[in-house]
């Protein structure tokens, strides 16, 4: 089964940039779409952005636009979120989740279709 480890996060101060990884095992990413989702204590899990499977078709969220950047490298069977003039807002446990599909990803605004769950990792952004 399709596992998913997220890593690169930590404390950085506002402005400040951070990558997160998310690396696969068992199956080969190439057929899957991949999204990034956050949770702040309190506040229900937000979308972030998505990457199609094999066309690499990317997708922000208005509040992270111009600011995070989704990729893949298919040979490394990872997906990285770079982050950028972080602010305090970002602060959340960061999940990576894939679904299998042949061609758009699934709205992150939907983040119940996506099959496949990393354990998060923890970005905090704090003066």
């Known amino acids: 089964q399709l596992q998913l480890v997220e890593s690169g996060g930590g404390l950085v101060q506002p402005g400040g940039s951070l990558r997160l990884s998310c690396a696969a095992s068992?199956?080969?990413?190439?057929?899957?779409?991949i999204g990034w989702f956050r949770q702040a204590p309190g506040k229900e899990r937000e979308g972030v952005s998505c990457?199609?499977?094999?066309?690499?078709?990317?997708y922000y969220t208005d509040s992270v636009k111009g600011r995070f950047t989704i990729s893949r490298d298919n040979a490394e069977n990872t997906v990285y979120l770079q982050m950028n003039s972080l602010k305090p807002e970002d602060t959340a446990v960061y999940y990576c989740?894939?679904?299998?599909?042949?061609?758009?990803?699934?709205?992150?605004?939907?983040?119940?279709?996506?099959?496949?769950w990393g354990q998060g990792t923890q970005v905090t952004v704090s003066s």
């Open positions: 990457i199609s499977g094999s066309e690499g078709d990317t």
């Open positions: 989740a894939a679904v299998a599909t042949a061609g758009s990803p699934p709205p992150i605004t939907m983040p119940t279709l996506y099959d496949y």
């Open positions: 068992g199956y080969t990413l190439d057929y899957y779409a």
